[in-house]
Each structure stands twice: as C-alpha cells, then as structure tokens.
Nanobody, 121 residues
Framework: EVQLVESGGGLVQPGGSLRLSCAAS????????MTWVRQAPGKGLEWVSG????????TYGDSVKDRFIISRDNAKNTLYLQMNSLNTEDTAVYYC??????????????WGKGTLVTVSS
C-alpha cells in the first residue's frame, strides 16, 4: 500500500532551521509530483511547496518563498523540506502528499499523517 511517513518535526526557536523528511513507499515515487501542505493550529490547510517528479522544477507559497527549499532523492524514495528563518507563524503540522493528475485535473490522493513543527522561544 501507499505510505508517506513524515519525520523531522519538533521544537525550534525563531530564526532557526529544521529539515523535514517524507519517506515514501508502495508506489513508484519517481513518477509523481510531490507537495508539502501545512495546517497551523486552528486554521485551514495551506499549500507550502511542490516539486516535479525528477526534482527540476520547484514552486513555493508566498509565505515561505526564499526561506524554504523543497527537494527529493528519488533513489531513496524521500522528499525533503528544508526550513530556514523560521518564525512563529510557521508553527503547524506539516504533511507530505502525492499529487495525482487525472482527467485534466489534479488532486492530492495520498497524505502522510503529518509531523508537528513548533516555533517558539
């Protein structure tokens, strides 16, 4: 079965950095666009970043652009999110998700359970 398992979350001080990982299994990882989505406490889902299947094109939400870097290692079936210059507004549960393109549309068909990032002094 498809599995996405996030790791690397934890407590970090404002201005600090953290790298999240998402271990994928149960599908051909190298064939899929992957994304990171987050949900801050009491708020809705916010798309963070995406990366194409071979890792040559990356996109970012305005709130994280120039601070976060998405990458992937297809040989290790792993997606990463390097987070720098963290602030308290980055506090959220971070999810990795697989993107499915189907009949002219796309959605995120599989999600991990998430990893909590808490930015606090």
């Amino acid at each position: 079965e498809v599995q996405l398992v996030e790791s690397g979350g934890g407590l970090v001080q404002p201005g600090g950095s953290l790298r999240l990982s998402c271990a994928a299994s149960g599908f051909t990882f190298s064939g899929y666009v992957m994304t990171w989505v987050r949900q801050a406490p009491g708020k809705g889902l916010e798309w963070v970043s995406g990366i194409n299947s071979i890792g040559t094109i990356t996109t970012y939400g305005d709130s994280v652009k120039d601070r976060f870097i998405i990458s992937r290692d297809n040989a290790k079936n792993t997606l990463y999110l390097q987070m720098n210059s963290l602030n308290t507004e980055d506090t959220a549960v971070y999810y990795c998700a697989r993107v499915r393109y189907w009949e002219g549309a796309h959605d995120m068909d599989y999600w991990g359970k998430g990893t909590l990032v808490t930015v606090s002094s």
